[in-house]
């Protein structure tokens, strides 16, 4: 059984609907079972034979099986060839997490992304395997369903509370739907073209596999719950099919996770000759086996995949398939410690399990069992807490997450020796501590952001915690003494005092949130900030970096500053320029927190020119990427001027030397006395070409920015009539940032000029010399490239008139460098355009400057 998976992005509107429905069902549900006590229902779970287990067992496997064949056939239609194996792992992973975690447009898709990047399938594929398997679980529904609602017209309207020519129409347009699906298929083979679109058609054959692969998985979900069913449900398979798959939509439309609540809402709403406490204990049974299980499951692949890679890692250079379980671990542990909370927060607000607690009696002191129930609930409120900075990967979330997992374990059984949630708690801590190294982030717990949909499930578990104690005890009459008693078995007032406590703590820390002092979005460069970048930038090897120096932008620092990104705001977008500066896990705390302010203040978070080694982070930020141009990169040391290829390299130097011309380095200690000089360059070198400086991207002549750098610097006459200064990145990679000159300079002198300073560089060390980026160069021409890439193309062939792009590489190319591409990270849709504008605006200094060279 599956869910849709498409929509990558869920609205406010979604998550309240959810809540909504949640809600309704939780009172109905709570008049429902008026009549039933918690250990009723308890008794009834355990009173389903071993029989019927392994039945809804073999149906799970059954079911999960056919799931795999969602996702094989999928790929065979996207065109990829991976493995069965491979294919059944994402597909198990992707369904076991989705089905618990809910939104499953979200969390299956971000599964199925994450495992078949790694795999080497693109975008386009990944979308179309998604859209598959969606379009495989609505076909074999319509099937289901719809020939239920005919063949049993009369049950279905009984049970639905329709006419029957009613419940006769749907099945029919179920049916006709799919109909129309296969005539499209076995008729057509073009694809279909909506605007610029293209929807390719499956053949027949595939087609009809996706309806029978699709109605078996249905069937076995539906049979897991039909053989948990009590004798007094005396319907057909057929019939009870589709109140199933009724219910299970409901559970869909809703968003909630696993459609927990409304899900059970319907079916016991639909069902009313079933005993309610019968058909819950069904319905429990039913969650743990299909739902719970899987899941445990899944996390157990998960760690030992941990203990695995730790054990032998240089087994997984082999295994490319395994990669996306890197990527998930931390989510589902994530998910996995927020259930942990809430099993903490539903333990304590239930009574406790048949005589454990005559048992306890000879052992736990009154004032310690009172005191574990307690800080039990304290600890569930705490994981909730904490499991979003796990989800972050967040390094003290992970410490914070361990000793309160080990507490709760100890607590478990201190409280009412619930042996069951300390093995579940136990074993999220073996988990944890096997993945270890995939928390590294550094940035504040405190400070994180929580998401609209982390803190609505956060306040719901309170809630249905609140309600699970007013049904355990409602038979019990209120009293205000009940508060102040305190004894072995009275389990509602420890109950009540525990539910109230973690109600309390989460209200005291969502108000804590709400009002405390904001912090300062981000630091004007003053020169403390200048002198902390500048000490960043000798310790990494990006040379972009140096573009901070120009006290242009605002710079966003992490608290021990030890990391920073800069950006300017243009527009509706904050554009960070470059790669974060500092080491990587601390650049990555510090993009999400960049994140989390563009959120905050309503505005599209950009990254321009970011490199090839970071596109994994712009990728976990949820952000499209799309190529810019590729950059030169020279090879130092090879670098000469022997042999033929050379030539003319030589001839340029020898006819700069001929003419007078003389090149020295000056360095950062001596820039100072020759600025006046390098100032009329640059200002000639302006009114000659009849352009305004550059702004954001590219430096600009600024006298305390070029006194940072050595300057290259060349004499005619004794006079200086052209210079170039130089970044570094660290002692790997030198880059040229303004190259000016004025009339009285040589021919040639940008050559001698970048030849001398690159034969200066091999001298000292350096590995690259960096010429900076060609401007859309590199992109593709294939007919199915990505849009971006033709929209580029025609900018290149058709723009020549703005802008020399192809004189720049060819200029570029005569020094034979290697070219590395530069990236844009923006959202997707139209604030992609938008941020290109923006852009655009921060490089030429406004809109108006654009189109001017």
Not at 137 to 146: C, K, N, T
Not at 151 to 178: I, K, R
Request: one cysteine or more; aromatic letters at 12%; a positive charge.
């Amino acid at each position: 059984m599956t869910h849709p998976n498409t929509a990558p992005k869920v609205s406010i509107w979604s998550t309240l609907l959810g809540v909504a429905l949640l809600a309704v069902a939780v009172f109905v549900l709570h008049h429902l079972l008026g009549k039933y006590h918690w250990r009723d229902i308890l008794e009834r779970v355990h009173a389903i034979s071993n029989a019927k287990l392994l039945r809804a067992a073999f149906f799970t496997f059954a079911g999960y099986s056919c799931l795999t064949l969602y996702d094989l056939l999928a790929v065979r239609f996207a065109g990829a060839r991976v493995p069965y194996p491979r294919v059944a792992l994402i597909s198990f992973m992707g369904y076991a997490i989705g089905h618990n975690v809910g939104l499953n447009s979200i969390s299956g898709g971000a599964v199925r992304y994450r495992a078949y990047t790694a795999l080497g399938l693109s975008a386009k594929q990944i979308a179309t395997i998604i859209a598959f398997g969606t379009l495989t679980f609505f076909l074999g529904a319509s099937v289901l369903l719809g020939g239920s609602l005919i063949s049993n017209a009369e049950m279905s309207s009984s049970v639905l509370h329709v006419p029957e020519w009613l419940a006769l129409l749907a099945g029919c347009m179920l049916l006709a739907a799919v109909c129309a699906y296969l005539w499209l298929v076995c008729t057509r083979h073009a694809p279909l073209r909506f605007r610029k679109i293209e929807i390719p058609v499956p053949k027949p054959r595939v087609a009809f596999a996706q309806i029978g692969i699709s109605c078996v998985d249905m069937l076995c979900a539906t049979s897991v719950l039909y053989v948990l069913l009590p004798r007094e449900a005396a319907m057909s398979f057929g019939a009870f099919a589709a109140v199933y798959l009724i219910a299970l939509a409901a559970g869909a439309i809703s968003n909630v996770p696993g459609g927990i609540g409304v899900f059970e809402f319907v079916l016991l709403l639909l069902l009313p000759s079933v005993p309610k406490d019968r058909l819950l204990g069904a319905l429990i049974a039913y969650r743990a086996i299909y739902y719970f299980a899987p899941f445990g499951i899944a996390l157990v692949l998960l760690g030992a995949h941990e203990v695995w890679i730790h054990r032998a890692p240089e087994l997984i250079a082999a295994s490319r398939g395994r990669t996306f379980l890197i990527a998930v671990t931390p989510q589902a542990i994530a998910v996995a410690v927020f259930l942990a909370g809430a099993v903490l927060l539903f333990s304590g607000a239930t009574p406790s399990v048949g005589n454990r607690l005559a048992l306890l009696r000879n052992f736990v002191p009154l004032s310690v069992l009172e005191f574990s129930h307690l800080l039990g609930s304290v600890v569930g409120v705490g994981l909730l807490i904490i499991a979003h900075g796990l989800y972050r990967r967040l390094y003290t979330a992970w410490w914070i997450t361990i000793y309160l997992l080990c507490a709760g374990v100890l607590l478990s059984l201190l409280k009412g020796f619930d042996y069951e949630e300390a093995t579940i708690l136990g074993v999220v801590v073996v988990l944890l501590a096997s993945a270890r190294t995939r928390f590294r982030r550094k940035a504040s717990l405190i400070d994180e952001h929580y998401s609209s949909a982390w803190i609505v499930a956060f306040f719901l578990v309170l809630l249905t915690a609140a309600w699970l104690v007013i049904f355990a005890y409602r038979h019990l009459p209120y009293d205000n003494e009940l508060w102040w008693q305190f004894a072995f078995h009275a389990s509602a007032p420890r109950s009540l005092r525990a539910s109230l406590l973690a109600v309390m703590i989460g209200a005291i820390y969502g108000l804590w949130r709400v009002l405390r002092p904001a912090r300062p979005r981000f630091s004007a460069p003053g020169d403390n900030d200048l002198e902390c970048v500048a000490q960043l930038i000798e310790k990494g090897e990006d040379t972009t970096a140096n573009l901070a120096l120009l006290g242009d932008k605002n710079l966003l620092f992490n608290k021990d500053r030890t990391a920073c990104i800069m950006f300017q705001s243009s527009g509706s977008s904050w554009v960070a320029m470059g790669d974060p500066i500092g080491p990587p896990e601390l650049g990555e705390s510090l993009a999400w927190e960049f994140l989390e302010d563009c959120d905050d203040m309503a505005v599209s978070p950009v990254f321009y020119q970011v490199t090839p080694e970071r596109l994994p982070l712009y990728v976990d930020l949820g952000l499209t990427l799309s190529k810019l141009g590729e950059e030169a990169r020279v090879p130092l040391e090879s670098f000469a001027l022997e042999g033929a290829s050379r030539a003319d390299l030589r001839q340029a130097q020898r006819r700069a030397i001929r003419d007078g011309a003389t090149f020295e380095m000056v360095p950062r200690s001596g820039v100072a006395q020759i600025l006046p000089e390098l100032r009329a360059v640059s200002d000639a070198w302006l009114e000659e070409k009849n352009t305004a400086e550059k702004r954001f991207s590219l430096g600009f002549f600024d006298e305390r920015y070029i006194a940072h750098f050595d300057v290259g610097v060349v004499r005619h006459k004794e006079a200086i009539v052209a210079f170039a200064n130089l970044w570094r990145g660290g002692a790997v990679e030198l880059s040229v940032d303004l190259m000016r000159y004025n009339d009285a300079a040589p021919k040639g002198v940008i050559d001698y000029m970048l030849i001398e300073c690159m034969l200066w560089g091999r001298a000292q060390g350096f590995r690259w010399f960096n010429l900076g980026m060609a401007p859309l160069s590199g992109l593709e021409e294939h007919a199915l490239a990505p849009a971006w890439h033709k929209l580029g193309r025609l900018v290149q062939r058709y723009g020549e008139t703005f802008y020399n792009f192809e004189g720049l590489r060819k200029f570029k190319e005569k020094f034979d460098p290697v070219w590395r591409p530069r990236y844009l990270a923006a959202p997707d849709g139209l604030a992609m355009a938008g941020a290109l504008l923006d852009v655009t605006a921060l490089v030429s200094g406004g809109v108006r400057k654009v189109l001017r060279k």
